[in-house]
């Protein structure tokens, strides 16, 4: 009988903490639900991914197709949101360059989310010289502005989306590193670290499944609110002619090329603007969403 007591244990209690993790789950995506600010940006965030995906489908022109007769024709039936100088569409230049800044967010954060959660794991759980190492790393980068150190990253691997995409996860590594490792510092005090190392468990099983999974709410919330920074800082690289390179049909670009013609054809920079601008606002009012329904104070 005890034997099978034994054996029935672990079922039950994996099948208990199954179902915890479900209901944990259930009532952040209620909280989510609850904040009218985040179901905004989810809603938009949803359609423009949704628009970037099928921008084949729903463009109604071609992004690069040049049209001379249609040059700098202002928004009306033929072209929705204008032309710009060359005589290409807007809206689906617009489209077309949700795929490029999403693409970029999604990259720049995934690079510097990695990175940084290792380091930040790294010297928070050895500490010592460990610690020391990479804390001067990260203080050296944190010496500069994250667009300026963005912008050295790029000039050194030369201009292009994809070196922008590194620059600009590079640049952000800092944040993510100072975040995991002071939340691994707080972590490892705990008790089920504790006993993890008594019963034998080896430091990377610590670190990968007692201690990083009990950090992922901050980061996950400091990565949503990143994509934002993200979006911006490639924007601006593009700007300055060191991100996407033209005809590529990029926010950054289109408001770079239309600045020149922003007295008599004022569409050309405000669209990409207000793309821009709503696009960061979205992953923003998500991200204020994500942090009050994960911060267990306000459980």
Not at 96 to 102: E, H
Not at 273 to 297: F, K, S
Request: charged fraction near 15%; charge should be positive.
């Amino acid at each position: 009988m005890s034997a099978e007591t034994d054996v029935r244990l672990p079922a039950v209690d994996a099948s208990r903490e199954s179902i915890r993790s479900s209901s944990q789950a259930r009532e952040v995506w209620g909280r989510i639900l609850r904040n009218r600010g985040a179901v905004v940006g989810m809603a938009f965030l949803a359609l423009l991914i949704v628009s970037a995906i099928l921008a084949p489908l729903v463009a109604p022109a071609d992004p690069l197709g040049v049209v001379p007769t249609n040059a700098q024709r202002p928004p009306g039936a033929e072209a929705w949101l204008g032309a710009d100088h060359l005589g290409r569409d807007i809206l689906s230049r617009l489209l077309y360059g949700a795929r490029i800044s999403l693409t970029l967010g999604l990259i720049s954060v995934s690079i510097a989310a990695i990175c940084g959660t290792i380091l930040g794991l790294v010297a928070g759980y050895y500490g010592g010289r460990v610690d020391l190492a990479i804390g001067v790393l990260i203080d050296v980068m944190l010496a500069f502005p994250g667009i300026l150190l963005a912008l050295g990253i790029v000039t050194v691997l030369r201009p292009g989306i994809v070196n922008a995409m590194v620059a600009v996860g590079i640049a952000a590594i800092p944040t993510y590193s100072r975040l995991i490792r002071g939340s691994v510092l707080t972590a490892k005090a705990n008790l089920y670290v504790e006993a993890a190392r008594v019963v034998g468990c080896q430091t990377p099983r610590i670190l990968w499944l007692h201690i990083l999974p009990n950090v992922l709410a901050p980061l996950i919330v400091l990565a949503t609110l990143g994509a934002a920074q993200a979006i911006l800082a490639g924007a601006a690289l593009s700007f300055l002619g060191l991100g996407a390179q033209p005809p590529t049909p990029e926010w950054g670009i289109m408001l770079s090329e239309g600045r020149r013609y922003i007295r008599d054809a004022w569409w050309n920079s405000m669209f990409p603007g207000l793309a821009i601008m709503v696009t960061v606002l979205a992953i923003n009012l998500l991200g204020d969403g994500l942090r009050d329904a994960l911060d267990p104070r306000l459980k």
